[in-house]
């Protein structure tokens, strides 16, 4: 479920639990690169964010590396930090890159603005949507179980959303191609990482599966996943997250009974290395596309430039692109998880995603 | 002196439990909800009965959990739901078939353990508990299996050993909710109110009241102990709030024997006749949940020693643990 009840302390509190992050060109402003950043899966109508969080969202200026097929990140970083009241109703505060806080009303559609910066936070419905329940089974009976029509377990649900509309060449570092990482973090003199995300389905459909893990096949390892710098992963677990990776994609690569992934003489798979770089890269120099997630990483792989903006936009169907990735290199039909669309699309215009849905509508 | 760390608002953590059972309870009422998904919400509903102190909540995850076993039978996550709220009303021979059973069909050997842990030291076999609980902590030395052993080194006695393991379990707690803490404090206070040394569980209830202002156990307790520090008018105002809004007994009993001691009868009469027609209510529907508050109640302000005597047997043979067997005799003594 993308990154929802993504490991055990995620699912302990749910007000630290990043279920997804999005990048993508503004689609009305080839000068704005928007962020996403949404928490709080299955959201009731009254949740609030926590006063004792720090939700953050961090970029930094990316190109191909000189080997073709891995990213080079820099070093700067531009960083976006949230926080809210503990009194209601809610007052939220962003600190931009530049040291300057835009204060904002939780809930407030038109959000704030300052410096090249709008922001929006509060509840909207989850954009996300797949058939969990098919995506277990498949790994459980080891057989694609997705069903023509699926069953959308997150279908009528909330999240707690934060959005950034950011004028980017002014208020970013570097550009135009950028790695985004959502974190979230203990508040205090000693901000402690709890959270983070890049890319979506890393943590669960990934990750989770012990199954097939020779090395670790009693290790949950989300929670020490969580709590690695997306830009400077340690030593210490690399080796364990590398074998997961590889065990479970070769997993997912057979499932259509050949490989289209063949495995390096180390057994390393060639996804393993992109994917433990786990940030979204989006290019905000390119115009907006609805369908571009992983197509940068893809031109890489293939060794052409990349044509689109990457990143993720709220309404692609994301599963639909990643099983099709992982089972057959997109070298063979879409594979379908049999759920098309979520209760109601996000928009074009700020804050672009849906408001959120009546308690009831899950029910439906 | 520990470092306070920054836990979400306890007012805003209570609103997001809510939010939790808000979202879920309409897809579960619709019978649309997956075993997962009704477990998930019986845990919560469970959580926040024991918070606010709502005897109804408790109710209401049992009949989900009996509904989810109903529906799949052999399904680990469903019994274990059942064994944990069929134990939360003291049924603990049936919790622990549940637990047996759950393992039977997939629940991991380690989460069995730490279930069949919590039920052997409410039966008051603190050894064997023990021994689990320290298998745990050892094998993952992390927060849940420190905070595990304080309440279970709290009953059997061992002051200093509960407190080490309650600096570890703070050391080690990394998240920002409020509720796992404040129920360690309040574990914590638990003991020194059972010890007698009523400025430390004072202090430590008044940890739990900071963390989660809406705990009403703690608060409940608080007020206890004020009373019998002296401070009889607060604990009065607190009980007097928690007794009228609340459908646990415990505080209108609290109420009633404090008011009592303080010789306004008439007052403490009509909180004693609410207490009083409750504890039958809920005796009557389960009498091994209740025995043990109201064996309690019936000795002190209650005044029916009788009745308290029939109720501290049955205790006795439901959990038979020091503290059962301590009302057992004071309720011996009374109907002697």
């Known amino acids: 479920m993308s990154d929802h009840i993504s490991g055990p302390r995620a ?22 690169l928007v962020l996403v950043m949404n928490v709080f899966p299955y959201a009731g109508p009254s949740a609030l964010f926590s006063d ?46 530049s040291g300057d806080v835009i204060t904002f009303g939780v809930n407030e559609q038109s959000g704030a603005s300052r410096r090249g910066v709008q922001v929006f936070a509060g509840q909207r419905s989850d954009p996300f949507f797949l058939d969990g329940p098919m995506a277990e089974k498949t790994i459980a009976t080891r057989k694609l179980a997705f069903k023509e029509t699926g069953s959308d377990r997150l279908y009528g649900k909330n999240v707690l959303g934060m959005v950034l509309r950011i004028e980017w060449a002014t208020v970013l570092k570097g550009g135009p191609m950028f790695a985004v990482v959502g974190e979230t973090l203990s508040a205090g003199k000693k901000p402690v990482r ?6 979506p389905e890393i943590k669960n459909i990934t990750l989770s599966a012990k199954i097939f893990d020779t090395v670790n096949r009693d290790l949950e390892i989300r929670d020490i996943y969580n709590e690695e710098d997306a830009f400077n992963i340690s030593k210490n677990y690399a080796g364990a997250y590398r074998a997961r990776l590889n ?3 070769a997993f997912f690569d057979g499932l259509d009974g050949k490989v289209d992934w063949p495995l390096d003489h180390e057994g390393n798979h060639p996804l393993t290395g992109l994917l433990l770089a786990d940030f979204l890269v989006v290019d905000a120099s390119k115009p907006f596309s609805e369908t571009s997630y992983f197509e940068i990483e893809q031109a890489m792989l293939e060794g052409r430039v990349h044509s689109t903006c990457g990143g993720r936009w709220l309404n692609e169907d994301l599963v639909d692109t990643l099983l099709t990735l992982y089972v057959n290199a997109g070298k063979g039909p879409r594979i379908r998880d049999g759920v098309d669309a979520p209760i109601a699309w996000s928009s074009k215009v700020f804050p672009y995603m849906a408001p959120p849905n009546r308690a009831e509508a899950a029910a439906s | 002196m520990m470092e306070e760390r920054p836990l979400t608002d306890g007012t805003i953590a209570l609103r997001n439990l809510d939010a939790q059972i808000d979202a879920f309870e309409p897809e579960v009422r619709a019978g649309h909800a997956s075993v997962e998904t009704r477990a998930g ?7 926040r009965g024991l918070i606010v102190g709502r005897i109804a ?24 739901a059942r064994a944990r709220t069929r134990g ?17 069909f997939g629940l991991e050997t380690e989460a069995a353990n730490g279930e069949r842990a919590a039920i052997l030291q409410a039966i008051g076999r603190y050894d064997e508990s023990l021994a689990l609980r320290e298998e745990a902590a050892a094998r993952r030395p992390n927060f849940e299996n420190s905070a595990a052993l304080v309440s279970l080194h709290a009953d059997r006695g061992e002051i200093e050993r509960a407190e080490r393991s309650y600096q570890e379990s703070c050391s080690r707690y990394r998240g920002v909710s409020p509720f796992p803490l404040a129920l360690l404090d309040f574990q914590l206070g638990l003991m020194w109110m059972n010890a007698g040394r009523l400025d430390d569980a004072r202090r430590s209830f008044k940890a739990a009241c900071r963390r989660v202002p809406g705990y009403a156990q703690a608060q409940g307790h608080l007020a206890e102990v004020e009373a019998e520090l002296g401070e009889i008018d607060s604990a009065i105002s607190c009980l007097q709030l928690l007794a009228a809004s609340s459908d646990d007994p415990d505080y209108a009993a609290q109420l009633a ?5 303080d010789g306004r009868d008439d007052e403490s009469r009509r909180w004693r006749q609410v207490a009083a027609a409750r504890y039958d209510e809920l005796i009557a529907g389960r009498p091994e949940a209740f025995a043990d508050h109201a064996a309690e109640f019936w000795l002190a302000a209650g005044g029916d020693p009788e009745k308290a005597l029939r109720l501290a047997r049955l205790n006795v043979e439901v959990r038979n643990t020091p503290r059962a067997r301590g009302l057992l005799a004071q309720a011996v003594a009374a109907s002697a």
Request: negative net charge; hydrophobic residues 45%.
């Open chain 1, 247 to 249: 065990a479970n994609l």
């Open chain 2, 88 to 104: 939360g009303f003291h049924r603990f021979n049936d919790a622990l078939a549940d637990v047996d059973q759950a393992e039977r």
């Open chain 2, 57 to 80: 909540d408790y109710e209401k995850a049992e009949e989900i959990a009996e509904q989810i076993v109903r529906d799949a039978p052999m399904d680990a996550t469903a019994l274990l």
């Open chain 1, 194 to 199: 709890l959270e983070r995300v890049g890319r």
């Open chain 1, 11 to 32: 699912i302990a509190d749910p007000v630290i639990d990043i279920t997804d992050v999005y990048a993508f060109p503004c689609p009305d402003s080839a000068q704005h």
């Open chain 2, 41 to 47: 919400l019986t845990e919560l509903i469970s959580l």
């Open chain 2, 257 to 261: 024997r404090i008011l009592a001691e």
């Open chain 1, 52 to 97: 004792a969080v720090i939700y953050r969202l961090r970029l930094r200026s990316v190109s191909t590396a000189p080997d073709g097929h891995s990213f080079a990140v820099a070093a700067a970083e531009s960083v976006f930090d949230f926080t809210f009241s503990g009194t209601q109703p809610q007052e939220g505060r962003c600190t931009l890159p």
